[in-house]
């Protein structure tokens, strides 16, 4: 199958896309960046718009919504959305994002339309001080509700985000990130309770893990299955963000460490190492809100490159934190305080 990437315009956490399917990843199209990263900005003939601006969003939702403390993100290609006699809206996805000084979820519910969770609803169906969110192809949101000590579950019908229900009320203290398995297992990372616990898709606590001290204030989760059909090495890993935000470490599938780095030992003692990301090869992108920019890892916690400095041009970042990848062609989307940026990851596969 030809490696394609539809036309794209993102606005805040989501994408607003277009009708025509570009190929993009075997095209010999010259980049805009030519910095030392392999994430690079798609051409203006290819994405209009690869950073969207509080401008854009008050053209689109007006006063309602406005940045106000991003923070997660997540990618994934809804189960509902698949027209199963064409593989040309195999790129299409739905991008998830925390604004979470207003306590909502935005996302797109069509290639053309924004949908938002938290501004009509009441009672356990509001967010508070959200911060990670997880999404699987069967519908399923899982956000770290900081502020009521719990993980919210919601649902996206291909239309629009409904409540299901809670997980960990009464055994979380301070949720701040999230992920999930093939199995559709809950990973939440507790700062207060320093340590990883897992639930299942039902609420049920599976275990919790600290193994002798070994995470301090855990925040930021990545998962590496196996199973995953767009993960090359087929390795069942954990990277944790912890220590004040200034370390990574990577667990094994059964928790044994395998190492640990910290912002000193790449360059970056004073950082703020807030979200995490992996891509199809298993490489590990950071967000560094202190230093304004992205770290690149390999599937070994060896460091790679750091890409982007503050400002507002090309290549630039004002505090970016939520990060999520659609690893099957590399689309990565990261939020800032105040917007949103897309990238893709050059060197890439996308077949079946």
């Known amino acids: 199958m030809v490696r394609k990437i539809l036309k794209i315009f993102p606005l805040f956490f989501v994408l607003m896309f277009t009708s025509s399917v570009l190929n993009f990843l075997s095209s010999k199209t010259k980049f805009q960046e030519k910095k030392n990263t392999t994430l690079v900005k798609p051409p203006f003939g290819h994405v209009p718009i690869t950073k969207a601006t509080k401008t854009h969003l008050y053209i689109y939702m007006g006063n309602k919504v406005k940045f106000d403390n991003p923070q997660g993100m997540a990618v994934t290609r809804l189960k509902s959305w698949d027209d199963t006699t064409t593989t040309d809206d195999d790129v299409i996805v739905t991008v998830y994002g925390v604004n979470s000084g207003q306590n909502l979820i935005l996302y797109n519910?069509?290639?053309?339309?924004?949908g938002v969770y938290g501004l009509a609803e009441k009672g356990?169906?509001?967010?508070s001080n959200p911060k990670g969110i997880a999404a699987d192809e069967s519908g399923n949101v899982y956000v770290a509700d900081t502020g009521n000590r719990r993980i919210a579950h919601l649902y996206n019908s291909g239309k629009s985000l409904i409540y299901k229900g809670e997980i960990g009320s009464g055994k979380l203290k301070n949720p701040q990130q999230v992920a999930i398995d093939k199995d559709?297992?809950?990973y939440v990372t507790d700062s207060e309770l320093n340590e990883v616990i897992k639930f299942s898709q039902n609420g049920e606590l599976l275990f919790s893990f600290n193994n002798g001290n070994e995470l301090v204030f855990p925040d930021g989760i990545i998962i590496f299955d196996s199973r995953d059909k767009w993960y090359y090495y087929r390795e069942?890993?954990?990277?944790?963000i912890d220590k004040n935000n200034k370390?990574?470490?990577?667990?094994?599938g059964n928790w044994k460490l395998q190492k640990k780095i910290e912002g000193k030992d790449f360059g970056y003692p004073d950082c703020f190492l807030a979200y995490g990301a992996g891509d199809y090869y298993g490489n590990i992108y950071i967000t560094d809100m202190k230093n304004n920019t992205i770290?690149?890892?390999d599937k070994n916690l060896n460091y790679i490159t750091s890409f982007g400095k503050r400002g507002k041009g090309s290549g630039e970042f004002i505090e970016p934190r939520g990060i999520c990848i659609w690893k099957r062609f590399g689309q990565v989307f990261i939020a800032e305080k105040?917007?949103?940026?897309?990238?893709?990851c050059l060197l890439y596969t996308s077949d079946a």
């Open 109 to 114: 519910t069509s290639l053309y339309t924004l």
């Open 124 to 127: 356990k169906e509001m967010l």
């Open 184 to 186: 559709g297992n809950i």
């Open 236 to 240: 069942n890993c954990f990277i944790i």
């Open 247 to 252: 370390r990574i470490q990577k667990f094994n």
């Open 295 to 297: 770290h690149k890892f």
């Open 338 to 344: 105040e917007g949103a940026q897309y990238f893709c």
